[in-house]
């Protein structure tokens, strides 16, 4: 399934990745994917932008050369206490075992993805992650202190929502 075929609006997903020829060849992933992203290097840099863009995910690498993405991650996971919004965090790893994984999910993350990232892989992510969820709760908006309807709605309304 094609984001850009679903959605009116691109999906903004945050790349936080220090491998400097990994991070440009995820991005042209996520861009052929539909995706419009941003990249930080470390971890200082990925919560300067979260603080100040809206994201529909953030792809975390968790060996970051000023911090561990857990620790961002829970620092994000902070910085959205108090909002409707709660970002789906997937994790990139070279090392994804059983242990990992636990360390990953309880600090809040989603998921872990295996490096290197495929474009099939991006686009189940998008699919379980965003385009899965409840239509209202995928509708972006630029304030992040708009508060988020969980109502059921006709199709119509959510058709009209969907071009927004």
Do not use: W
């Not at 908006?141 to 508060?147: C, I, Q, T, V």
């Amino acid at each position: 399934m094609e984001p850009q075929a679903t959605l009116k609006k691109k999906i903004r997903v945050l790349l936080v990745e220090d491998h400097a020829i990994s991070r440009p060849v995820v991005l042209e992933i996520l861009r052929v994917a539909g995706c419009e992203a941003q990249a930080a290097e470390n971890g200082e840099r990925a919560l300067a932008l979260f603080d100040t863009q809206a994201y529909d995910l953030v792809l975390m690498d968790i060996g970051l050369p000023d911090m561990p993405g857990y620790e961002v991650t829970k620092i994000l996971r902070k910085m959205e206490e108090g909002t409707p919004y709660h970002v789906p965090i997937i994790a990139l790893t070279a090392h994804a075992s059983d242990l990992t994984k636990e360390e990953c999910i309880s600090s809040g993350m989603e998921d872990v993805c295996s490096k290197p990232l495929s474009e099939k892989q991006i686009k189940i992510i998008i699919e379980q992650y965003i385009l899965s969820k409840d239509p209202l709760k995928i509708i972006r908006a630029e304030n992040k202190s708009l508060p988020v309807i969980s109502a059921k709605y006709s199709k119509e309304v959510l058709d009209a929502l969907m071009q927004i």
